[in-house]
């Protein structure tokens, strides 16, 4: 990926994280191959667990109704770290997923959105899952946060040829197909399938409030019904210098037109430079 990490000066809607934690992820290179490293190194993990007989690494960290019941709400995060031991193709078809798709999702939105697309299309499979499994089973895997970055990247790029030259959208529905129908039919399985649509929810609802992807007719509609019901509100340098609002909001915006163009900027982008050129208009000449 290029560059992701080696420019610390890009701010805005495309913040990188700050400090000591910053430099410890840019030694990775991008989120997307630390998400991967901490996986295979979990997994390993779980193997040697699993060959010593240790069973309460799964136990406390993997996801259970029961157990968030008794208040180990971190599994809502830990879950999404393990994967099946004896299905090695569970972490396999996850991991290539993230790879090969993931790095071009987190540079073209950047780490910090990234990571909350990512981390709460997980969180929000899990929350699915234990709302609808909550008196039993246990749930692991990275599937719901790894369904969110695929349906994120099918909306940025819906016409992309990926496996068997098949579009990145097709490819999108036939996952999410496979998920919807064993959850139509209640059929019994061990695949979190209630969690693998929430992420993919979570993926595409994000990606479209980031606006992104184009809008369908009827949602488009609504959002103008919306849009004048609410004052409409530009943003503003609020508590910045005329220099400090061009170099913390509009030179990073500027600088991804350069790179992938017009049609890649977010509605907040798009306003940021309304609200530019509002503000030189109105300057002394």
């Known amino acids: 990926m290029l560059g992701s990490w080696e420019q610390p000066k890009v701010r805005g809607p495309f913040q990188r994280f700050s400090g000591s934690f910053r430099g410890f992820i840019?030694?990775?290179?991008?989120?997307?191959?630390?998400?991967?490293?901490?996986?295979?190194?979990?997994f390993?993990?779980?193997?040697?667990?699993?060959?010593?007989?240790?069973?309460?690494f799964e136990q406390y960290l993997s996801l259970s109704g029961d157990a968030v019941r008794r208040g180990f709400v971190w599994q809502f995060l830990t879950y999404m770290f393990l994967h099946s031991t004896?299905?090695?193709?569970?972490?396999?078809?996850?991991?290539?997923?993230?790879?090969?798709l993931g790095r071009?999702?987190?540079?073209?939105?950047?780490?910090?959105?990234?990571?909350?697309?990512?981390?709460?299309g997980g969180l929000l499979g899990g929350v699915l899952w234990v709302a609808l499994n909550f008196q039993f089973g246990r749930v692991i895997g990275a599937s719901a946060g790894v369904l969110a970055v695929v349906v994120a990247y099918a909306t940025l790029w819906p016409d992309r040829l990926l496996m068997f030259e098949v579009k990145a959208k097709y490819w999108a529905l036939i996952l999410i197909a496979l998920d919807a129908v064993p959850v139509l039919r209640e059929a019994g399985s061990n695949i979190a399938h209630a969690a693998h649509l929430g992420g993919a929810a979570f993926g595409y609802l994000y990606i479209k409030q980031l606006g992104y992807g184009a809008t369908p007719r009827w949602l488009s509609w609504l959002h103008g019904?919306?849009?004048?019901?609410?004052?409409?509100?530009?943003?503003t340098p609020r508590n910045m210098s005329s220099e400090e609002f061009v170099r913390e909001e509009i030179d990073p915006i500027l600088d991804k037109i350069a790179r992938e163009g017009m049609q890649s900027l977010t509605r907040r982008e798009r306003k940021i430079l309304e609200s530019a050129k509002d503000l030189m208009q109105k300057r002394p000449r």
């Open 26 to 42: 840019g030694r990775f290179g991008s989120l997307v191959h630390l998400i991967v490293v901490l996986n295979v190194v979990v």
């Open 44 to 56: 390993a993990v779980q193997i040697l667990c699993a060959a010593v007989r240790f069973p309460y």
């Open 86 to 100: 004896i299905f090695v193709d569970h972490i396999i078809f996850n991991l290539i997923s993230l790879w090969f």
């Open 104 to 120: 071009d999702v987190e540079y073209h939105i950047g780490p910090k959105y990234f990571t909350r697309l990512y981390f709460f």
């Open 225 to 235: 019904i919306t849009a004048r019901l609410k004052p409409h509100r530009r943003p």
